[in-house]
């Protein structure tokens, strides 16, 4: 197992190695127990899907890793940094190396879109208003949406809301995008296009994407990693091809109910 404690800089980190790390991870509200002793690695450069049905923490990991929650016990390791011991200098230095694409959008109804994809940059940054319109409109390009900086978010489609989520996701070149349910509410088409922007994205930017998800077709079209919790801990973590054969019966009757999977001999469905 690598050495999670050595600090260094993400770029130092080989790709494929892990970048993010769950280690015994237990985490609870009040008693109910969300993660009873979670152990994962989020590999650089590749896109991670955790999936599971409702209420088993897949959420709750993704605030873990931004330190917005604390684990009673375990470590959260992120670029040899453990958060939940990390001063607050720390955290922030890992929250700036992070995007962010809300469920939904969470874009500012108050502001253009131009707007909300340059807020980080104004807020975070000491680039000049002409620099910051060129990065606003790179960002656009990259997800298929040019031009249309001065569009209220009220007159976007749902899928435009949520390309406009990850153009400001991107726009500060960060080491780490977290995708939180992408497809919700999406129809099949807008889903496949979101999915194949994921995958592009990743491919161009060579970015380490966290994806949270209950849409199953989606989690093969753009994962290199699927881990899935049920009741609290993780009973399935591997490649797409590991986790269609696998043999654990959880897994299989979760998948079975989102894709036409045969079932495998001596596994119930």
Same mark, same amino acid.
């Given at each position: 197992m690598a050495d999670l404690s050595a600090a260094r800089p /993400?770029?130092?980190?080989p790709d494929g190695e892990p970048l993010i790390s769950f280690r015994?991870?237990?985490?609870s509200f009040g008693d109910k127990h969300i993660l009873k002793g979670i152990s994962l690695d989020f590999p650089r450069g590749r896109t991670t899907v955790v999936i599971g049905p409702s209420g088993t923490g897949k959420s709750v990991c993704m605030k873990l890793i931004v330190g917005l929650l604390i684990p009673e016990e375990g470590d959260v390791w992120v670029a040899g940094t453990n958060v939940p011991d990390a001063p607050e200098r720390d955290?922030?230095?890992i929250r700036k190396r992070i995007g962010m694409m809300f469920q939904d959008g969470a874009l500012f109804?108050?502001?253009t879109v131009g707007d909300n /994809?340059?807020?980080p940059l104004r807020r975070h940054t000491k680039l000049s208003p002409g620099e910051i319109a060129d990065k606003v409109a790179e960002s656009l390009e990259q997800v298929g949406l040019p031009g249309i900086e001065d569009r209220a978010p009220s007159a976007l489609s749902g899928g435009m809301r949520k390309r406009v989520s990850l153009a400001r996701?991107?726009?500060?070149?960060?080491?780490?995008?977290?995708?939180?349910e992408p497809n919700s509410g999406l129809d099949p088409l807008t889903s496949d296009e979101i999915d194949g922007l994921i995958s592009r994205m990743k491919e161009e930017l060579g970015i380490t994407f966290v994806v949270i998800s209950h849409d199953i077709v989606g989690t093969f079209a753009v994962a290199d990693k699927i881990a899935m919790l049920y009741n609290g801990r993780l009973v399935a973590d591997g490649t797409p091809d590991e986790i269609l054969r696998s043999d654990e019966p959880v897994l299989r009757r979760f998948l079975a109910r989102n894709m036409d999977l045969p079932p495998l001999p001596?596994?119930?469905?």
């Open positions: /993400i770029d130092a980190i015994d991870v237990k985490k955290l922030m230095r109804d108050s502001m /994809i340059a807020f996701a991107i726009i500060t070149e960060p080491d780490i995008v977290m995708f939180d001596g596994v119930s469905s």
